[in-house]
C-alpha cells in the first residue's frame, strides 16, 4: 500500500454539487480526489500512465462520459472507469461496460458501494500496470535474441524435442542445444516452465505471471 | 319566209327555257332582247352570207383546184412535147447538114486524088483556123454555130482529117476511130453517145469521090451541152422552162440548157423541190444504146401565180354570191319584223285596254320577235296567276276556318263532344278521347249518357240538356252547367263540370258539351286542407304572432312554450318577445334566438311574412345538441389532459433526473461528513462548509418539486388574462434541465413589456412545451455544436406571436402536409397527437398554429394567439 499516495481518483461531472459532494465523500477514506466539471477539462490535465481510476458521469453535456471513455481507449490509457449513471440510464451503462468500464453505479448511492468500486478498480489499475512493465521487460529480453534463437525459442515452448527441431532446421542437435542454453541465459529463465510463462505474457495470452 | 320565221321562235324558245341554267346562254338572251329586228336581219343576213361563202370555198375551191391542176399537167405536158419537138427539129438540121456536106462537089473532089493506105492508126490532118477546102461555105456560116468537128474517116473508121471550129479537142474516146455502127455504107446515121462521159450527137453519111468510090464517111460530131439545147429551144426563156438531157439509170442531169441554173452531173430529185419537171424518151436515133430523157423544168412559182390568178378570180366570184344572199335575207327579215312589230304594238294595245295587263319589258328598239314571245308567256302566266289566287284565297279562308275549329276543339283542355238531338255522340274531341279513354270509333254513335256517366247522374244530365233547350227558346244564355260524375271506359268514375250548348242547324238540333275534369281541382282543395294541418302536427312548437305580439295561432307542441311564457293562443307575448317580433318584421331575414325554459333549451326562429304583416315562430329543442357540444368540449379538455399527462412523464422524468443532483450530494455530503465524525478526522470549518452544502442542496430539490408540481397539478380549463412571456419561461424552465444535458441552450427574445392573452394557460403552456419538446427531439439529430433554439415572443398589431425556431433538420417537404393530421409522428415512442391537440387548442383560443421549413436547415412553429383586448388599460391601472 506504499503506492496509494500516487494514486488518484479523478471525477469528471457537470454538476458542481455532486463533484464537491463526492470529493469530499472520497477524501474521507484518504484518498487523493481530483475533480473536472467537463471531459475536456480532464483531457487537458491528463496524461497516460497516471495511476488512479476514473469516476465519471454518463450524461454531460459537450463531451459525454461514453465519448470520454472512447477516447481514452483510442488513446491506449488503461485507466479504469467507474460510471455513474442517473435513474433509468441503465441501456448507456451497459453500452459503457461493454466499452470496458470496471463498473457502474446509480445515483444516488450508498457510499460504501461507491468506495468498493472505487477500491476495486484502483487495485486492478495496480495488476495491470504490474503486468504491463513485465511485458515491457520480456519485450526488451526477447529483442536480444538472434532471429535462429527465437526460432529455436518458439519450437521449444512449442513443447518440440531438440532433435525434432535440428531435424527441422538442418542443423545438428549440438547447435540446437547450444542455441537452447543462449535462448535460457538471455531471457534469464530458470526453466522451460518459466520461458513459457514469458511468452505467453508478451504474447499478452496471459493476464498475470 | 319560212327559212327566217323558223329559227326566230326556235331560238327563242331555246332560250326561254334554259335561260336560267347558264350564265352564259343568260347573257345572250339578254344581248338578244336588247338588239331590234332590223339589226338582227342584217346579222341574220351577214350569217347566211358568210355561210354561203364558207360553203362555197369549200366546194367550189376543190373543184377549182382540180380544173386548174388538170389545166396545168396538159399545159405542161404541151410545152414539154414542143421542146422535145423542137429539140428534135435541132437534131435533124444537123442531119440534113451532113447530108449536104457529104454529097457535096466540093468533097468529091477533094477526095478524088486522095487515097488513104490502110494502117493502124493514121495521124489525122487537123483544121482548125480555117475550114478545109472540103467544106462548103455555108457550113462556116450557119451550122457551125457550136463546137463541133467535122470528120472524115476511112472505111476502116480511122479518122483522116478533123476540122475543128470553136476550141474544143474531139474527144478521146474517138481517137481510137469512130465505132461500126456509124460506118453504115448506105445510109446517114444518127447516134446520140456519150464520150469522154458527155452526151454527144453523131451524125454521119457515107463520102465518095467523083467517082462514086467509096472514101469512108463524113461524121460531124456535135457536143449536146448548153449551147446545143439553148439554140434547140430558141426563143425560149430558160426562166420560164428550161430543159435538160438526163440519164435514165443513173437519174443524172448531162446537159442542161442553163448549166449555172441546172448544173450537169446533179441528180434530178435534187430540182423536184425547184421545179415542175417533165420527162419524156427521146425519139429512137439509130445506133443509140443509151438510154436517155428528155427532160422539161418548169419553176414552182411560174406555176403558183398561175393558179393564184384562178383562185382570185374564183373568190370575186364568191364575194359577189355572198353579198347577193346578205342583201336578200337583210330585206326579208327587215320586212316581217317590221310587220311583226306591228302585230306586237296592236296586241299590247288589245291586252292593256282588255285585262289591263302592261308588257313591263316593252320598250323601243327591243328585238321585237323576243318581246311577243316574252309578253305572250307572261300573258299566260298573268292569267293563271289570277286564277290560281282566287282558287288559293278560297282555300285558305276554307282552311282557316277549319283550323281555327280544329284548333279550338285540340287545344282545349276541356273535353267537347257534340250530340245529335237523339244524344248520339257525333264527335268528340282528343282530350275527350283521353280523358274518357275512348277511342274516337268507339265514342261515335254511343249514348253519351250510358258511355260517359255514372248511373246515378243520367237523370239528372237529362234534366240538363232539357233546361238549355228551354233557356234558347226563352232567349237566355243558352247553356246549361252542372256537376256530375263521369265514368271512364275502364269504370273509374271522376267528377266533371258541365256546360251544355244547343245548336239549331237547318232544322236539326245538336248539343255542344263542354266537359271540365275537376278531379285536380278537388285534390287540390283537399291538399291544402291537409297542408293546414302541417303546422298542428308538427312535434316542434310553431306560433304565428302579430306585430303587437298577440298569438294568433299556436299548435300543439307550442303549449308548453305558452305555458312557460305565462300566455295562450289569443293573448299576449311576454314583452322580451313581442320586441323579437318587432325587429324580425323591421329586418330582412329570420332571427335566431335560443331561451331556457326549465331543463330545455330552445332555438327560436322569428321568421318574418311582411306580405300578412305576422312573425312565424319556429322553436326547436336544442337541449340535445347542446349537451352534445358540452361533452364534445369535455371530451377534448380530457383528450388535452391526456396528452398532456403524457408529455408531463417525459418531462417529469427529466425532472427526476435533475433531482437526483442534489439528493445524490446530499448523501455524499452526509456521508462524508459522518465518515470524518467517525473517524475523528474533519477540520471543523470544513464540516461546517458540508452542512452547508447539504442544506443548499436540499433547497435545490425542493425547487425542483415545486416546479414539478406547476406541472403535474391539474387545473379545469379557465381563461385567464395572463403575460404569455410568463408561460414561456414557465415552459423553460420545465425543460432547462434536459436541454442542459443535451448541451443545448434555450435563447428566450421575449417582448418587452410582456403580451397580455387571455387564455387558458394550462392549455397553452401545453402546446409552449409541445413545441420545444418537438424541437429537442429534432436537436437529438444534429452534433451538439449545432444546436440552438430560440423562442421569441411578438406582439404584432392585435395578435401575439410565439416563434420557436431551431436549427434541426428541418421538416420534409412531403411531411409538412400531414403535420397537423392525427396520429401522425416520427418519433418511436410519440402518439402524434401533440400537434393536432396543439392546433385544437389554438383554434378554440381564436388563433392559429403554423409550420414552416427554414432553408438552412430547421423547423419553426408559429403561434398566433389574440391579444386581451382589455389587458392594456388593466395592466396600466396595475402598474
Known amino acids: ?209 | 319566209m319560212l327559212f327566217h320565221a323558223e329559227p326566230g321562235p326556235a331560238s327563242l324558245t331555246d332560250t326561254n327555257v334554259t335561260v336560267n341554267s347558264t350564265p352564259a346562254k343568260h347573257v345572250f338572251y339578254r344581248f338578244f332582247r336588247r338588239v331590234p329586228m332590223p339589226v338582227i336581219s342584217i346579222l341574220v343576213g351577214l350569217a347566211v352570207g358568210l355561210a354561203v361563202w364558207g360553203v362555197l370555198d369549200r366546194i367550189q375551191g376543190q373543184a377549182i383546184k382540180k380544173i386548174a391542176d388538170k389545166e396545168l399537167q396538159t399545159q405542161l405536158d404541151r410545152q414539154a412535147r414542143e421542146s422535145l419537138i423542137r429539140f428534135d427539129q435541132y437534131l435533124k438540121n444537123y442531119v440534113t447538114t451532113v447530108r449536104l456536106l457529104a454529097n457535096h462537089r466540093s468533097l468529091a473532089e477533094y477526095l478524088e486524088p486522095r487515097f488513104w493506105l490502110p494502117q493502124k492508126a493514121p495521124k489525122p490532118i487537123v483544121y482548125r483556123e480555117s475550114p478545109p477546102s472540103w467544106l462548103n461555105d455555108f457550113i462556116k456560116r450557119n451550122a457551125l454555130s457550136v463546137h463541133s468537128h467535122i470528120l472524115l474517116v476511112d472505111t476502116r473508121g480511122h479518122i483522116r482529117e478533123v476540122y475543128q471550129s470553136g476550141n474544143m479537142e474531139l474527144p478521146q474516146a474517138l481517137n481510137q476511130g469512130v465505132g461500126e455502127k456509124l460506118m453504115d455504107a448506105g445510109k446517114v446515121r444518127t447516134v446520140v453517145t456519150r464520150l469522154d462521159g458527155w452526151p454527144y450527137l453523131l451524125v454521119s453519111d457515107v463520102a465518095e469521090d467523083m467517082d462514086g468510090y467509096r472514101m469512108g464517111n463524113l461524121v460531124m460530131v456535135v457536143p449536146i451541152n448548153d449551147t446545143f439545147l439553148a439554140a434547140s429551144q430558141r426563143g425560149l426563156s430558160s426562166v420560164h422552162a428550161a430543159v435538160a438531157l438526163v440519164d435514165v439509170d443513173e437519174q443524172q442531169i448531162l446537159a442542161s440548157i442553163d448549166p449555172e441554173l441546172l448544173s450537169p452531173g446533179t441528180r434530178l430529185s435534187e430540182w423536184r423541190d425547184l421545179y415542175l419537171i417533165t420527162t419524156r424518151p427521146l425519139p429512137e436515133y439509130g445506133g443509140t444504146d443509151w438510154n436517155l430523157l428528155f427532160a422539161t423544168f418548169i419553176p414552182h412559182h411560174s406555176v403558183k401565180k398561175m393558179s393564184s390568178r384562178v383562185r382570185n378570180f374564183e373568190r370575186q366570184q364568191r364575194v359577189r354570191a355572198a353579198f347577193a344572199y346578205i342583201l336578200v335575207f337583210t330585206l326579208v327579215i327587215y320586212l316581217v319584223s317590221a310587220r311583226l312589230n306591228k302585230v306586237l304594238k296592236r296586241m299590247v294595245g288589245f291586252s292593256r285596254r282588255a285585262l289591263g295587263i302592261e308588257h313591263p319589258g316593252f320598250k323601243r328598239g327591243a328585238n321585237q320577235l323576243v318581246l311577243l314571245d316574252e309578253w305572250s308567256q307572261h300573258f299566260a302566266q298573268l292569267v293563271l296567276k289570277a286564277r290560281e289566287e282566287m282558287s288559293r284565297k278560297h282555300a285558305i279562308e276554307m282552311r282557316a276556318s277549319e283550323a281555327l275549329k280544329a284548333a279550338i276543339m285540340e287545344a282545349s283542355l276541356d273535353s267537347i263532344v257534340t250530340l245529335n238531338r237523339k244524344g248520339e255522340i257525333i264527335d268528340l274531341n282528343p282530350t275527350a278521347e283521353r280523358t274518357l279513354a275512348l277511342t274516337r270509333d268507339q265514342a261515335i254513335g254511343g249514348s253519351f249518357s250510358k258511355l260517359f256517366l255514372a248511373a246515378d247522374g243520367r237523370r239528372h244530365f237529362l234534366g240538363l240538356l232539357k233546361d238549355s233547350r228551354r233557356a234558347r227558346r226563352e232567349g237566355r244564355i243558352s247553356q246549361a252547367r252542372g256537376q256530375l260524375t263521369a265514368r271512364r271506359a275502364d269504370g273509374s268514375e271522376f267528377p266533371v263540370e258541365l256546360s251544355i250548348v244547343p245548336i239549331q242547324l237547318n232544322d236539326r238540333s245538336f248539343y255542344t258539351i263542354y266537359m271540365h275534369d275537376i278531379t285536380n281541382r278537388k285534390e287540390a282543395e283537399q291538399e291544402i286542407k291537409s297542408l293546414a294541418r302541417f303546422a298542428g302536427e308538427s312535434p316542434n312548437p310553431i306560433l304565428r304572432v302579430n306585430p303587437s305580439g298577440l298569438v294568433v295561432y299556436a299548435n300543439t307542441a307550442g303549449a308548453p312554450l305558452l305555458a312557460a311564457w305565462g300566455t295562450q293562443e289569443g293573448d299576449l307575448l311576454p314583452a322580451e318577445q313581442t320586441e323579437e317580433v318587432g325587429k324580425a318584421l323591421e329586418g330582412e331575414h329570420s332571427i335566431e334566438r335560443e331561451t331556457t325554459i326549465g331543463n330545455q333549451i330552445y332555438s327560436l326562429l322569428f321568421t318574418p311574412i311582411r306580405e300578412l304583416g305576422y312573425v312565424n315562430i319556429y322553436g326547436r329543442d336544442i337541449t340535445a345538441v347542446r349537451h352534445a357540444e358540452q361533452e364534445a368540449r369535455r371530451h377534448q379538455a380530457d383528450l388535452v389532459h391526456v396528452c398532456r399527462l403524457s408529455t408531463m412523464g417525459e418531462v417529469a422524468t427529466g425532472m427526476a433526473h435533475e433531482l437526483n443532483q442534489p439528493l445524490a450530494a446530499i448523501v455524499n455530503f452526509a456521508n462524508g461528513c459522518s465518515r470524518r465524525l467517525q473517524s475523528n478526522l474533519g477540520q471543523r470549518q470544513a464540516l461546517v462548509d458540508a452542512m452547508g452544502q447539504i442544506a443548499t442542496q436540499a433547497q435545490r430539490a425542493g425547487e425542483i418539486i415545486r416546479r414539478l408540481r406547476a406541472l403535474v397539478g391539474k387545473q379545469p380549463p379557465i381563461r385567464s388574462e395572463v403575460d404569455l412571456n410568463h408561460l414561456v419561461r414557465e415552459v423553460h424552465s420545465f425543460v432547462e434541465f434536459d436541454a442542459g444535458k443535451m448541451d443545448c441552450t434555450i435563447e428566450l427574445d421575449l417582448e418587452p413589456g410582456g403580451i397580455s392573452v387571455d387564455v387558458d394557460l394550462v392549455q397553452i403552456e401545453q402546446v409552449l412545451l409541445n413545441l420545444v419538446r418537438n424541437a429537442l427531439d429534432a436537436l437529438q439529430e444534429v452534433p451538439p455544436t449545432a444546436r440552438h433554439l430560440v423562442v421569441r415572443t411578438r406582439s404584432v398589431g392585435d395578435a401575439a406571436e410565439v416563434v420557436v425556431q431551431d436549427s434541426g433538420p428541418g421538416i420534409e417537404p412531403e411531411r409538412m402536409q400531414s403535420l397537423f393530421e392525427p396520429f401522425f409522428t416520427t418519433k418511436v415512442s410519440g402518439m402524434g397527437m401533440g400537434l393536432p391537440i396543439s392546433q385544437t387548442i389554438l383554434q378554440d383560443h381564436g388563433g392559429s398554429i403554423r409550420a414552416e421549413s427554414v432553408p438552412h436547415g430547421g423547423a419553426v412553429f408559429l403561434i398566433r394567439l389574440p391579444v386581451a383586448p382589455t389587458v392594456q388599460p388593466s395592466l396600466a391601472a396595475v402598474g
Open chain 1, 1 to 209: 500500500m506504499n503506492s496509494e499516495p500516487t494514486r488518484t481518483v479523478f471525477v469528471v461531472d457537470d454538476d458542481q454539487a455532486m463533484r464537491s459532494s463526492l470529493k469530499w465523500l472520497i477524501e474521507s477514506i484518504g484518498m487523493q480526489v481530483k475533480t473536472y466539471g467537463s471531459a475536456d477539462e480532464f483531457l487537458n490535465s491528463y496524461f497516460p500512465g497516471r495511476a488512479g481510476c476514473l469516476l465519471l458521469d454518463v450524461r454531460m453535456p459537450g463531451m459525454s462520459g461514453l465519448e470520454l471513455q472512447a477516447h481514452l481507449a483510442r488513446d491506449d490509457s488503461r485507466l479504469p472507469i467507474i460510471i455513474i449513471t442517473g435513474h433509468g440510464d441503465v441501456s448507456m451503462a451497459v453500452k459503457a461496460m461493454k466499452s470496458g468500464a470496471v463498473d457502474f453505479i446509480e445515483k444516488p448511492f450508498h457510499d460504501e458501494d461507491l468506495l468498493t468500486s472505487i477500491r476495486n478498480a484502483l487495485e486492478f489499475d495496480e495488476k495491470q500496470r504490474v503486468l504491463q512493465s513485465q511485458r515491457a521487460e520480456i519485450a526488451l529480453r526477447l529483442a536480444t535474441l538472434t532471429p535462429r534463437e527465437h526460432e529455436v525459442m518458439d519450437m521449444v515452448t512449442d513443447g518440440r524435442a531438440n532433435k525434432e527441431i535440428a531435424t527441422v532446421l538442418g542443423v545438428s542437435a549440438k547447435t540446437v542445444e547450444a542455441h537452447r542454453a543462449r535462448v535460457m541465459d538471455k531471457m534469464r529463465a530458470r526453466s522451460l516452465a518459466q520461458l513459457v510463462r514469458m511468452v505467453l505474457v508478451a504474447g499478452g495470452n496471459l493476464q498475470s505471471p
